[in-house]
């Protein structure tokens, strides 16, 4: 049995450093460490093909350039519409701001603000995405996939790639799935422009057309890693087409959610070794985080990683 | 203000005169029976169309009939592809059994059982399923949208609308809607005979085209009602629905997500005043519960009330 | 494996039914069905000495007379000086009430409102508490150890054993433990009569002395079970008293605390195992919900078995 | 309204840097760097009196050092006697060991290896505590009060206060309070010399005696402050004798446990304000995350401020 050793934090630290120092420590603390390794490991392993699911409202909350930044080792990223249509939001000139959990939603309706916990939207930020997609509109109606689609839409919006998921996704040729953007604001906007004109604004996006893509990476790749920011349908999503690998080799989950109310999303990465998601010799650990803490640490500890695994 | 009174357990007592006496006390017992009345008020009331979404994997769980009941007074029904994959695998005979949530994956693995949580299935169901599809691919590519697709699904199923929410839907034509239905086994279904021969085995299912539907029944409701089970998207896409309402004016949330990392499975159903999809009028109640368990003591309460909202 | 069957809410029915109909059920429905037949067993096996741990504003949300009911069946009762001193509150004539969890804290201090989540006290209550303790110090004060001072509290206050569960146990001597009562209005109510005359009015109640009673009881009970109704000390307190017995025989807990921050409350109860607190051929059970909800439903079925273990 | 700006993870950022960045981001990251400000503005206020509170198995958890860092500002430390206990066994040199949570408690029971959570400890460390009272009981049961007992251990115990709560708190006179230090491996430590001979091994500690110290330097405090980590008894004690202060003027909670259960643990601070605990003007936060993470975070930012409050 190897000893505990109590975290020293010490004045002008390191984050790379009071990481390793949580690698001595116990309950979350260890976790984390854990998940810094193996988030590196699958980075730096050049026969592991990583798949990216993000879930949550994490561009809101601030968490956009830590995606650009794993996006560098991800060969496939699964999001949610949400995500997306708050980096085009962004991406049109749009901010998100601080706000207060407790404010009267009554109040914040009455000013045209929108609220997940404690980040403010402006409402009529709507009017700007709408005249985006009423100039874009046909461009985009010509994709027969949603991966195709959304990198159109990267491809359109202003802006550059490091500001960008999607511009950053389209630019780089990163496969980019999202089953369920008709759930979200830029399926709003497309559903905006078709309902205006039925007869003419038309789209063909087949549901089912990207699976044979994923599945055919997860099928092809000699290896898998997965990393689950939050669950939903982005794990969800990527667990099924890693039915067609071998089980992942790696794999790091970070959600706040329950195992015991038997979602997706609360489920311990475990869990998929009896499915073959996972596969049983794999290195894994699940992290019990809000991921706006927890994603900081671990990829400031990954980023210091040298090539050869060594803390620089 | 009301004084609280202690719940009082008798021998022989009824569900509904448990839930009349928790509503007396406070916490979540409070809560619990607050949702009962909330619900049988949503579902009395004529001029109010009822939009259910159930996430979670509900009918593995055991939750089969508590939703067919709730269908009884469903206008609208939104769930994950999961629920709707699993309840096709019980209309083919197959079943879920009790498990242990602590069993070695890696054995379950070896002998072919899949785990959610303490429910186990045996992997060999997907053979069923495939035959299934095989033969009732040609009629459901025919599909333009999600919900026929759905409907068509639950005519082709053997069985009877007493036993299957596909069948139940199809057949008192309620409008299912599945924004996500790539992401499951009916996805990964339609996938396989698409991969079969990808020349002759088309599908047209856009994925916006389901939009205009429940969007219209929220634009033209005078009074709607929500009921999530669980968030993710099925929640999500009947709030974003309901932005085209005047806020929906009832409301239950039963999920056990935390609302601090930001996610909409976990946000409380007052964070909805602030876009408009809750009315600042509305009835609402959070309850903090496994769906398991809180579900069956709503509706057991429920279905005692009279048709003149009187406990019988 | 056993067939998972789907819960059916019947109109009428009764609680002890659909807690049946859970038993076939998955998730969390299922544990609640296994600890209603845990508790049921334990309570019926005359070898067994039952300990009861309840921590927890379990009183002022109306669960004093389901705590009263369990006692009939209690050998060991452990709590905190909180539960006891709304006990105390409600003896003395005083209430708890209904209230909005959303409401100004502010508004409510400058009303002299008392706030626990959604239950108010007029912190006017206090008053009559000084009132009592006033008059009954001197007798309070000649108590040797915890366990007495509560049974003299039980026996000085008003009313009837029906609706108190300080006096329940004194007069049913049920052995009542609570070793943190310094922290409650209890132990704010004795230090102000110790303040008052610190020459005159003395207490001497050792810290330690209660524990050889509670061990003593573990030590020689031929059996052992253990119902923890929240974690905290309570919990704690009878888990390492069972150090000293075989382990338990028999366990349930009830909580909505986490294990991943590795405190006592959310730790399931298999992790007593390797510390020899928990046989490991007990029977126990795990089960994560508000003790507010899974209580009643709990006590629902237990009180329809007969004593012969069939429901009735 | 101030905009929301994204966090960006550097190579070889320091602690303090990241901090600040999480201070422009939403949700927990957010929280984080709000409760190092506090924090630091409160360790910074001579006029501030701050009382820490730490429940949860911090000590096994190698947490150690950053309560002994925190107690060089702290006015009163409350905890448990576990964490007591744990600090007690490493001054007398054995360890806490990695492990793992999903470990079969039934073999480390055979092994005599006693888990929390993923932290592991030989149960033989209880012959050491023995032989360690054997010979100092009869200092210790001179001790009129716990606090004091707490000093004589950390006066009696070998080591360093570098490397020791108690002896720490007994050097430097910080004023420790456990009301539930029967409920430990110290308490039953004691009642084992106790019970080897009730007529000769005697103890006098009064259950109410801590009392007066702790309410007397919040009665007499010109400001209050306080810091949660985790909530139980300590948070409890630590609340009810702020109530005799003008209520907390500095607040930090760090919790995973949920607030609809409605105990004082899960409770947010703002909830103190009902009561007087919590001052309406107070700067206070609610981190909800395990310790173990958000703990050195926001400690590693405290620590790079200067003594003007400016970030180094």
Known sequence: MKEIKPIRVEKGMKVSELVESMQEAGFGAKKIAEASR???????????????????AMVPAGMKHIILDMLDYTDVFVTTGANLTHDLIESLGEKHYHGDELASDLELNREGIDRMYNVFMKNSVYEGLEEFFKGNFRELAKCSNIKNFLWKLGELIPGNSGESILKKCYEKKIPIFCPGIADSGIGLMMWGRISENPEKNKT????????????????????????????????????????????????????TDRPESGGSSGAPLREGISWGKMNPKARFVDVFCDATIALPLILGAVKSYSDDGNNE
């Open 204 to 255: 063909n996006i087949d549901v089912f057309e990207d699976m044979n893509e994923i599945i055919d990476i997860s099928w092809t790749a000699k290896k898998t890693g997965v990393a689950y920011i939050g669950g939903g349908l982005p794990k969800n999503f990527i667990q099924q087409a890693l039915q067609f690998s071998k089980g992942a080799d790696y794999g790091i989950q970070i959600t």
């Open 38 to 56: 193996i988030m590196a490991e699958m980075f730096r392993d050049e026969e592991c093909k990583v798949f990216l699911g993000v879930a949550g």
